[in-house]
């Protein structure tokens, strides 16, 4: 009955079974392999300010282990917006998920008056000590397997919270944990993609000491973890669950990773191109001045002009009887698509930015603003959340009002729309492929030029990863269920979207590097041909260090289990094409 489980988690059930306990409160869906940080770039730090966090940097705290500080700017912005919902309470101002409650419960009235006040802080404290240690056991597994997701999430958090009105504590903790080195334990599921609160009520569990986390990639109990850390739990107040779980930085932070990750296959995917054409000994006209002046735009040019000066140099650029006129338009429109690709990441890049800058949370807190600044605040409706101002506030004013930010779009098309343009290109890349197994296009066959070659594969593996990544790319279907008594009844999906796109494009670096392969085996009959020629230092250069990595021909005696396939493919992870050809300015990077 239970056949269908990883054979590690039947082997714990049958264990527990014998025991007789129970599977229901002692199984877990645990993560089947954890994959720790290499925290590389643990020396360096990066300042949050919520204006301007780059893809790179959140890159670097998530994956690679930066420090994180927050700017002087934003911790006064939280300290300010934390005055004034203290102060609105004190005013009698309805706060949601403050002094009213969440969901279907947003009339019910939690406390009056200030929450500071003898008979209300320990309720306040109370509710918000079980709200953080419920937090532990929120969502659904598998648990996150890659410590860098859980990061991503976490910075991405202690960026956009500053619009948002935490208490110094939460602020700090989040801030902690990250420097630190403790990582919560996450469920990956049980989230609909508006509001990741499961995953960041994970967080809010560590930070009371409640559930599990990983303290420098050991597993622990989260008060064992702060401990070791030198750290206390906390204990949060105000409105710190909604500070800390409203948001959208689960699917953002994974987001920042997969834009991150996508750069380095599309640039793989220009490199390998130029490759491609040096090893069917192609004509170069469709990157040429008179077919990019024929047809003027910008990301076409540019990715036309970028291939073309990778080739610079090449024998391609001789006159060569032997060349046919015209290539596959696999060959010939790879560029194109390219180019698309690019063009959708670029899109995609500046969603992802704007989601990590910006506040997705609800409710806004904006201090400084009046009745006077615009006329509907002035409106009898409005001034129904506007905070005069008070001790608690240190006399500032300002609103507290009910929103949506945490849908997130455009951020959720995005995601969609780069998968479709990256799965079009996907499809030339593999069609590049096969025809290189075709001499009507190669004219000659590489056993013809080469002797002792290893045998090829069947053509069966690029044809796969090319369904996979189709199976990826069509758009999730809009949905709505009415939940919390209708209340809530629109979803985003942006877990299942985020998930998908960072799939395909990991998918779309092992077909690229079924390409490598093949491109580079073909530089190598190309050199037999004529040693004299020449194929452009980028292409030469990456080239050459493939062979290093996968010799053209192995020693029968000293023959590797893996595949020349899977190493090529391990080749293209692990090494960047900005290593062989530099990064040039384009349309995304000069607007």
């Not at 290109?425 to 190669?442: G, H, S, W, Y």
């Not at 045998?455 to 990826?472: M, R, W």
């Not at 998918?507 to 004529?530: C, F, I, N, P, Y």
Request: one cysteine or more; charged letters at 20%.
């Amino acid at each position: 009955m239970h056949s269908r489980l990883p054979r590690h988690h039947r082997l714990a059930l049958s264990t527990l079974l014998a025991l007789g306990v129970s599977c229901v409160t002692a199984f877990t869906f645990a993560a089947e392999t954890y994959t720790p940080i290499v925290p590389t770039m643990g020396d360096q730090a990066v300042t949050l300010n919520g204006h301007d966090l780059t893809i790179e940097q959140i890159v670097s705290v998530a994956r690679y282990g930066a420090k994180v500080a927050l700017g002087a700017d934003a911790r006064q912005r939280e300290a300010d917006n934390y005055g004034l919902l203290l102060e609105a309470a004190a005013e009698g101002v309805s706060v949601y998920w403050f002094n009213r409650g969440t969901g279907d419960q947003r009339e019910t009235v939690l406390f009056a008056g200030d929450a500071m006040a003898t008979e209300n802080r320990p309720k306040v404290e109370q509710e918000q000590a079980d709200s953080f240690r419920r937090g532990a056991r929120a969502g659904f597994g598998p648990e996150v397997a890659e410590e860098e997701v859980v990061r991503a999430m976490m910075v991405v958090r202690a960026n956009a919270m500053s619009y948002n009105a935490p208490s110094p504590q939460v602020s700090q903790m989040l801030l902690d944990l990250l420097n630190k080195r403790i990582t919560p334990v996450v469920q990956s599921r049980g989230t609909l993609g508006e509001g990741d609160l499961a995953q960041l009520g994970n967080v809010a569990g560590t930070m009371v000491g409640a559930g599990e986390a990983y303290y420098q990639g050991v597993r622990m109990p989260a008060a064992q973890a702060l401990g070791r850390a030198g750290l206390k739990p906390i204990q949060p107040f105000g409105a710190d669950e909604n500070a800390l779980t409203s948001s959208d930085a689960y699917a953002t932070g994974q987001a920042a990773l997969l834009v991150n990750d996508a750069r380095l296959a599309l640039e793989w995917a220009d490199l390998i191109y130029a490759m491609d054409l040096n090893g069917m000994n192609s004509s170069i006209t469709p990157l040429s001045a008179v077919v990019q002046r024929d047809r003027p735009g910008k990301w076409l040019n540019w990715d036309a002009a970028r291939v073309l000066d990778m080739i610079r140099g090449s024998y391609l650029f001789d006159a060569d009887p032997k060349r046919i006129i015209q290539d596959p338009e696999s060959l010939r429109a790879s560029s194109i698509r390219q180019a698309a690709a690019w063009e959708e990441w670029s899109a995609l890049k500046d969603a992802v930015v704007f989601q990590a800058n910006s506040s997705d949370h609800n409710p806004a807190v904006r201090v400084g603003l009046g009745p006077q600044d615009s006329w509907e605040l002035a409106t009898p409706q409005m001034m129904q959340y506007y905070v005069k101002g008070g001790v608690l506030s240190h006399g500032l004013h300002g609103y507290i009002v009910s929103n949506a930010n945490w849908d997130p779009y455009p951020m959720a098309n995005k995601l969609e729309n780069f998968v479709i343009a990256l799965a079009n290109m996907d499809i030339a890349v593999m069609l590049r492929i096969e025809r290189f197994r075709n001499p009507f296009f190669t004219v000659v066959a590489a056993s013809d030029v080469l002797t002792g070659l290893p045998s090829e594969d069947n053509g069966y593996t690029p044809v796969d990863l090319q369904q996979e990544i189709q199976s990826l790319m069509n758009p999730v279907a809009p949905f709505g269920s009415a939940l919390e008594s209708t209340v809530e009844d629109l979803q985003a999906q942006t877990r299942v979207k985020v998930q998908r796109a960072r799939a395909a494009v990991a998918t779309t670096l092992d077909l690229l590097g079924l390409d490598l392969l093949r491109a580079s085996l073909w530089l190598d009959v190309r050199k037999a041909q004529e040693p004299k020629r020449s194929f452009g230092p980028a292409p030469t250069a990456a080239w050459v260090a493939l062979r290093k990595a996968v010799p053209l021909k192995v020693d029968p005696a000293r023959v590797s289990a893996e595949s020349n396939e899977r190493r090529a493919a391990a080749f293209v992870k692990v090494t960047p094409a900005a290593t062989f050809y530099a990064r040039i300015s384009s349309p995304e990077t000069d607007r």
